[in-house]
């Protein structure tokens, strides 16, 4: 049947948004590969370190027509660490969207598993190749260009935009967001939000605002050590780390919580690595080492699990006639996760709709990222992309209609509330 005619389409802001965005593949490409060619290795994987990529980045945006960009860097044993800030003013200036991407890049690796230079950008087809074209290049050249359609198109965001490049996330962050918090706190405001383009998954619908505690911890058992072939003269250190071991998978019933946020729901605590006792077979080891990862739900203590593992290695000690030492190598309690209906994450829930037609939720992840220092400080913050997860591995790459569209998501979410209209 036919329709009956209608008025022509209105033509809406993020029309022109995305329309503009996909005009610009071949420059965001340009962009891709002059970020590629400077190795920003940080200096404790060997590398040199972010200045050079900083200096192009600061003089390219400045070509562009961003306003000045604020570089605020740190040093570390001699070598520079630079943070650039460029701020574009919104409606609303008392508050600010930071879109934050990272600068340094992990090391290729062995180079003989890269088809192709990991520092020069290999196109192929849609396919783009590259050392940091995933981990962080897509969500910076996305930042950038999202915020260079608002400003040629002449649209105002809803807040200022704030667009941050730090150093150093790839070794703790130190010297990146965390020396920045630390040591220009007046950079942020109370009402900011932060946006994380620096994790993802394949298909967009990963929007992660909430992580586990961390907590790492070596186990020692000591006992004594004798020939296997008198056993009752010693006291065999390595079948008390085995039954410790045992007795351990009782803090999965212990700390019994469930969260559905998270995959999996529940707080783990899983032995991994097993340290090598004697040499030979015919010896009773006098001394066992063994380490555990916990990833701690936020609603749960640290300090309790702490309590109920101290309890299960006095038992053990008893039970065994060994002693237990226990020691934290890493500890990182949860930060408050960021709330599922703070505007921030429905905003990007609503872009990913729009862009990407996929059906976005606000999840959990087992804990490490970035974000984490940012929810501790108080702010919103967000980590989303979408990828296919290839950073740190050779032949890293990403898809060019990800990059582009990505960018379209930042674009809407930088336009605030009313993007829908
Ligand atoms: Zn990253």
């Given at each position: 049947m036919p329709r009956p005619s209608k008025a022509p389409k209105e033509v809406t802001p993020f029309d022109r948004i995305a329309k503009w965005l996909d005009g610009s593949r071949t420059r965001m490409m340009d962009l891709m590969a002059e970020l590629t060619k400077r190795n920003a290795v940080g200096p404790a994987n060997g590398g040199p370190g972010e200045a050079e990529k900083a200096d192009f980045l600061e003089s390219y945006l400045a070509a562009e027509g961003f306003p000045a960009a604020t570089r605020l860097t740190a040093m570390c044993d001699g070598v520079a660490r630079p943070?650039?800030?460029?701020?574009?003013?919104?409606?609303?200036?008392?508050?600010?969207?930071?879109?934050?991407?990272?600068?340094?890049?992990?090391?290729?690796?062995?180079?003989?598993?890269?088809?192709?230079?990991?520092?020069?950008?290999?196109?192929?087809?849609?396919?783009?190749?590259?050392?940091?074209?995933?981990?962080?290049h897509q969500g910076l050249v996305g930042s950038v260009f999202a915020a260079r359609a608002l400003l040629e198109l002449g649209i105002e965001p809803a807040t200022d935009v704030g667009l941050l490049f730090?150093?150093?996330?790839?070794?703790?962050?130190?010297?990146?967001?965390?020396?920045?918090?630390?040591?220009?706190?007046?950079?942020?405001?109370?009402?900011?939000?932060?946006?994380?383009?620096?994790?993802?998954?394949?298909?967009?619908?990963?929007?992660?605002?909430?992580?586990?505690?961390?907590?790492?911890?070596?186990?020692?058992?000591?006992?004594?050590?004798?020939?296997?072939?008198?056993?009752?003269?010693?006291?065999?250190?390595?079948?008390?780390?085995?039954?410790?071991?045992?007795?351990?998978?009782?803090?999965?019933?212990?700390?019994?919580?469930?969260?559905?946020?998270?995959?999996?729901?529940?707080?783990?605590?899983?032995?991994?690595?097993?340290?090598?006792?004697?040499?030979?077979?015919?010896?009773?080891?006098?001394?066992?080492?063994?380490?555990?990862?916990?990833?701690?739900?936020?609603?749960?203590?640290?300090?309790?699990?702490?309590?109920?593992?101290?309890?299960?290695c006095d038992e053990v000690a008893r039970s065994q006639r060994v002693v237990v030492h226990f020691d934290t190598v890493q500890r990182e309690d949860a930060a408050p996760p960021t709330p599922a209906d703070a505007p921030l994450v429905q905003q990007v829930i609503h872009a990913v709709q729009k862009v990407y037609r996929v059906h976005a939720r606000p999840r959990g992840i087992g804990g490490g990222t970035v974000a984490s220092a940012l929810r501790h400080h108080g702010f919103p913050a967000v980590v989303w992309s979408r990828m296919d997860e290839t950073g740190h591995q050779p032949n890293e790459y990403i898809w060019l209609s990800n990059l582009v569209d990505d960018a379209k998501v930042f674009a809407l979410v930088m336009m605030g509330a009313d993007a829908s209209k």
């Open positions: 943070n650039l800030l460029v701020r574009l003013p919104g409606r609303d200036r008392s508050r600010c969207l930071w879109v934050m991407t990272h600068l340094d890049v992990v090391p290729p690796g062995n180079l003989s598993e890269w088809k192709s230079d990991p520092f020069a950008l290999r196109v192929e087809g849609e396919k783009l190749v590259g050392r940091g074209v995933e981990d962080n730090v150093a150093d996330e790839e070794t703790g962050s130190e010297y990146g967001i965390r020396w920045l918090l630390a040591q220009h706190p007046t950079l942020f405001s109370a009402g900011d939000a932060f946006l994380v383009p620096d994790a993802g998954n394949e298909d967009g619908s990963l929007v992660e605002v909430a992580e586990k505690a961390i907590l790492w911890l070596k186990f020692r058992t000591v006992g004594r050590q004798v020939h296997a072939s008198t056993p009752q003269l010693g006291v065999n250190a390595f079948v008390a780390a085995s039954h410790l071991v045992v007795r351990l998978r009782d803090l999965y019933q212990r700390f019994e919580q469930r969260n559905p946020i998270f995959d999996p729901p529940m707080s783990t605590f899983e032995p991994t690595r097993k340290e090598r006792n004697v040499e030979n077979i015919n010896t009773v080891p006098g001394e066992d080492l063994f380490f555990m990862d916990c990833r701690i739900l936020p609603e749960v203590s640290v300090e309790e699990v702490l309590q109920a593992i101290r309890t299960l």
